[in-house]
Nanobody, 120 residues
Framework: EVQLQASGGGLVQTGGSLRLSCATS????????FAWFRQAPGKEREGVAI????????YYRDSVKGRFTISRDNAKNTVYLQMSGLKPEDTAIYYC?????????????WGQGTQVTVSS
C-alpha cells in the first residue's frame, strides 16, 4: 500500500518559517516526481512546487519563488518543503503528491494534508 504522510504544519506568524515533510512508503521513491499542492478555504487546490526525478529539477508557482524550497532525500524516501517569509495568503492545507508517468504507467498518489496557518 502506498502511503504519503505529510507533517510539519502549524501556526506561525507572518515572516516565519516552517518545514513540511512528506514521508513515503510502498513506492519506488526514485521513480517518482513529487509536488506540494495547497488548498485554502473556499479556493481550488493549486500547485506550489514540483521536484522531478533524475536531476531533480524544481519548479515553483510565482507567488512562492524565492521563499519556498522543495527538496527530496532519496535515502529517506522523504520530500520536504522549506517555507520562509510566510504570509497570511500562504494559509492553507498543504498536500504532498507523487506522480510516475511512463509510456505504459500512470500513477498518482496523494497524502492526507497538513494545515499551515499564518497569522498577521
Amino acid at each position: 500500500e502506498v502511503q504519503l504522510q505529510a507533517s510539519g504544519g502549524g501556526l506561525v506568524q507572518t515572516g516565519g518559517s516552517l518545514r513540511l515533510s512528506c514521508a513515503t512508503s510502498g513506492l519506488t521513491f526514485d521513480d517518482y516526481s513529487f509536488a506540494w499542492f495547497r488548498q485554502a478555504p473556499g479556493k481550488e487546490r493549486e500547485g506550489v512546487a514540483i521536484i522531478g526525478i533524475g536531476d531533480s529539477s524544481t519548479y515553483y508557482r510565482d507567488s512562492v519563488k524565492g521563499r519556498f524550497t522543495i527538496s527530496r532525500d532519496n535515502a529517506k524516501n522523504t520530500v520536504y518543503l522549506q517555507m520562509s517569509g510566510l504570509k497570511p495568503e500562504d494559509t492553507a492545507i498543504y498536500y504532498c503528491n507523487a506522480v510516475r508517468r511512463t509510456v505504459t504507467v500512470s500513477l498518482n498518489y496523494w497524502g492526507q494534508g497538513t494545515q499551515v496557518t499564518v497569522s498577521s
